[in-house]
């Protein structure tokens, strides 16, 4: 940017962000704007941000749009990030499904960046499905959805450098899980298949998607404004079958939010179960 991001400029992006995302840019967040936007605003040859923000408005459907979009969302992860809610999954709620029966088990993977949080959960399904053979029917469906298309592009890829498998992947795992090719990691086919990518905007409605046992929405909810957190979790009560679990943050709740779910405090986490059907006794060996 050619001259400092003016208060009006700041204001005008933070409403275009939010509109666009939902994400709630907070004050005195100039430098960021600045080092996310300055390459594209170079490529584009666009003088400031007020002139980024006109042109916007213009033409919604551009590939800039896009692409502010893209550079804006935060693409933080890594592999079975906080631990406790794959060992949730695999102690508790799998073999929950396997005891009712399931003929099916699906569960959704939101705002999966590159792909590491989804694959975390295959991983965890083989694990489980290893152990216990004829378990579920080995069907597991796993929906991974993301704003962002470069990190959908790179999540379907599922080949990872050097510095991403250093972030909470095992060395076990990566043995079991992963073949190396020309320097990078390839995810194994069997771990890929289970595993679907679809472009979603968080504030579209969840319809389409179908109904889940299982969702996870973590590290997402706190960039939202209050309003679109009680909306979000609303939805997300409607998306999942009677019983299912939601996986949040660390340092996310619900309370103030929603009253739809039971938090349950195992030994492993916490987890919310939708309060509408009974609750079981969880396993936790």
């Not at 073999?95 to 569960?107: H, K, T, Y």
């Not at 991983?123 to 469906?141: D, F, H, I, K, S």
Request: charged fraction near 25%; charge should be positive; hydrophobic fraction near 45%.
């Amino acid at each position: 940017m050619n001259s400092p991001i003016t208060p009006q400029e700041y204001a005008s992006f933070q409403a275009f962000l939010e509109d666009a995302c939902g994400i709630m840019l907070g004050d005195n967040k100039q430098y960021l704007i600045a080092s996310r936007l300055n390459p594209l605003l170079a490529e584009y040859r666009i003088p400031s941000l007020g002139a980024l923000i006109e042109r916007l408005r213009k033409d919604r459907r551009s590939d800039l749009y896009e692409r502010i979009v893209d550079a804006m969302t935060t693409n933080e992860t890594l592999w079975f990030r906080d631990a406790f809610p794959f060992e949730i999954l695999k102690q508790v709620i799998l073999p929950e499904q396997a005891r009712a029966r399931a003929s099916g088990v699906r569960i959704w993977s939101a705002a999966c960046s590159s792909g590491q949080e989804p694959y975390s959960i295959s991983m965890t399904v083989e694990e489980y499905l290893r152990a216990n053979p004829g378990a579920l029917a080995n069907n597991v469906q796993i929906l991974a959805t993301d704003l962002s298309p470069s990190m959908l592009e790179a999540a379907r890829a599922a080949a990872y450098d050097a510095a991403a498998m250093t972030r909470g992947i095992s060395d076990e795992r990566r043995r079991q899980f992963f073949a190396e090719r020309h320097g990078r990691w390839e995810l194994r086919e069997e771990l890929r298949r289970r595993v679907s990518f679809r472009e979603y905007n968080l504030q579209e409605s969840f319809e389409p998607l179908g109904r889940f046992q299982v969702i996870f929405c973590r590290n997402v909810l706190i960039y939202f404004s209050a309003a679109l957190k009680r909306d979000i979790l609303a939805r997300l009560a409607a998306a999942l079958q009677p019983g299912g679990y939601l996986f949040l943050g660390a340092a996310e709740a619900i309370t103030g939010y929603s009253d739809a779910f039971e938090m349950l405090r195992l030994p492993q986490g916490i987890v919310y179960r939708l309060k509408s059907a009974r609750l079981a006794r969880p396993v936790t060996g």
